[in-house]
């Protein structure tokens, strides 16, 4: 994990840190390479080898220009400038911070004691609910779902039949998909349907209509996920990351905490 506290300039510095081995061009003898091409790209997720040729051609040549003007600004005087010798303090400071930042948080170390503990102790954070895979069959009124069910339970291929009328009369537009509503979590529906989805077992179609803000539904339960507690092998590398994260917020809080008490603050 790497902290972002930097103004866009200094991110970009640090972003692109990328291998500067390619030498795309020269000026004067000063190469431009992948850090300059990079910079003009300003996206770390494009790929500058994936573009078109006439692309990277391009990039190449606004590289090129980019180093003439900056060379240009750098002969002129520039760094005497009142308003450049500010924003230098300015890029300076974000930069100190960013990298001590990082630092602190390299240091920052988690005992396996702490984990277990964390784990123990905190059992509803590991908690994955139960996973339902259901379809189901929307209609406007109870009797017509009443009518779909009685049509399901004479059927000799309820799975079949389920699809065939999910197509022919839901209004839902996953109808044509046969209802299917994939894998989800059962508390992710509304409490209506949750609950009737949840009851059923597998293989399963409601007994009777059920009413939510949408309408009366048939659903018919496929398969499902029990609830489970996910064990500490599971998850103790997110815990460690958890705790790692927990401890450097506490300390960079107490030091800036500490540091409020010494100094003198005016706010206006």
Known sequence: MKTKFLSSLCVLALSYNIATANVFATVDGESINADDIAMVIRNPQVDFSSLPKETQTAVINQAVEKKLLSKEAIKSGIKSNPQYIEAMKKIEQDLALEIWMQEKFSKIT???????????????????????????????????????????????????????????????????????????????????????????????????????????????????????????????????????????????????????????????
Do not use: C
């Open 110 to 268: 988690v005992s396996e004691a702490e984990i277990l503990t964390f784990h123990k102790n905190n059992p509803d954070q590991f908690v994955v609910p139960t996973e339902l895979k259901a379809s189901h069959i929307l209609v406007k009124t109870k009797d017509e779902a009443s009518q779909i069910i009685k049509e399901l339970n004479s059927a000799k291929d309820k799975k079949a039949k389920f699809a065939e009328l999910a197509k022919s009369k839901s209004l839902d537009p996953n109808g044509q998909d046969g209802g299917d509503l994939g894998w989800f979590f059962a508390n992710q529906m509304v409490p209506e349907f949750s609950k009737a989805a949840s009851s059923l077992k597998a293989g399963e179609i409601s007994k009777e209509p059920v009413q939510t803000q949408f309408g009366f539904h048939v659903i018919y339960l496929e398969n499902l996920k029990p609830s489970k507690t996910l064990t500490l092998n599971e998850v103790k590398e997110d815990v460690k990351q958890l705790l790692v994260e927990e401890k450097f917020r506490n300390e960079i809080k107490q030091l800036a905490d500490n540091l409020r008490k010494k100094a003198k603050i005016e706010i206006k």
